[in-house]
């Protein structure tokens, strides 16, 4: 099993639908919780952490459910420029302290 | 400036070869990071520094070496290039917490194209 999975996709949705990526993590001892955005051929940067509370960032919300050890992105009101993919991303407690672990990503795709 | 660069940004070369990537950071970051991005497989650790005097193997080690130099320089080394080696790879610093922004964050570099022949 991996240690992290998301759904790969692709997601195709038009511009204004609300999408919604779910994820899973192995490693119960984790620690930290991201989701990072990745556009075509460049490097992923930080798109928002999550916490156990629940947290929003304009049009998104990430939720961390850690009894059920899952991670999840909502976009609202989708934009042309959220095509990108997504990689939910799990920083490591016990031996994989220190490391961050990725998902494989998830593709999404808004059309006109 | 970009905080994070790497040298080259694509690179050719033939199975046997010896090659070197390049990181350098401007953030004064403790911690770099080497992964390799292949398609479906999302990013995979190769090695990872907490400083200049630790040096740790991460899921994929085989086939690599790294060398810190500095603070600031990180190396990965194919010491004998083969295919399967054929892939994007990233360096990553990060400064567990000390600075602003989100605890445990990575800021990558842009990544070197690697094809091996």
């Known amino acids: 099993r991996k240690e992290v999975e998301q759904d790969p996709g692709p997601f195709n949705v038009p511009e204004g639908a609300t999408v919604a990526f779910n994820c899973t993590y192995s490693?119960?001892?984790?620690?930290?919780f991201f989701w990072y955005r990745q556009d075509c051929r460049k490097e992923p940067k930080l798109l928002m952490s999550?916490?156990?509370s629940g947290n929003e960032d304009g049009r998104f919300t990430a939720q961390l459910n850690r009894a059920s050890q899952y991670i999840s992105l909502l976009i609202r009101d989708s934009k042309l420029s959220d095509s990108a993919t997504y990689l939910c991303?799990?920083?490591?407690?016990?031996?994989?302290?220190?490391?961050?672990?990725f998902g494989q990503g998830t593709i999404l795709t808004v059309h006109p | 400036d970009a905080d994070v660069t790497q040298t080259p940004r694509n690179r050719i070369t033939k199975t046997g070869k010896r090659i070197m990537l390049e990181c350098s950071q401007t953030?004064?970051?403790?911690?770099m990071y080497w992964y390799r991005q292949d398609p479906g497989l999302g990013l995979r650790l190769i090695y990872y520094?907490?400083?200049?005097?630790?040096?740790n193997k991460g899921e994929i080690s085989d086939g690599y070496s790294v060398s810190r130099q500095a603070q600031a320089k990180f190396s990965l080394s194919l010491e004998s290039a083969i295919p399967n080696q054929t892939a994007l790879y990233f360096c990553?610093?990060?400064?567990?917490?000390?600075?602003?922004?989100?605890?445990?964050?990575?800021?990558f570099g842009p990544g070197t194209r690697l094809t091996v022949l």
């Open positions: 953030k004064g970051h403790d911690r």
């Open positions: 520094s907490f400083d200049v005097k630790d040096i």
């Open positions: 990553a610093t990060s400064d567990y917490g000390k600075s602003g922004g989100a605890y445990n964050e990575q800021f």
């Open positions: 999550v916490y156990s």
């Open positions: 991303v799990v920083w490591g407690g016990g031996t994989s302290y220190g490391k961050l672990t």
């Open positions: 490693n119960s001892a984790s620690q930290s």
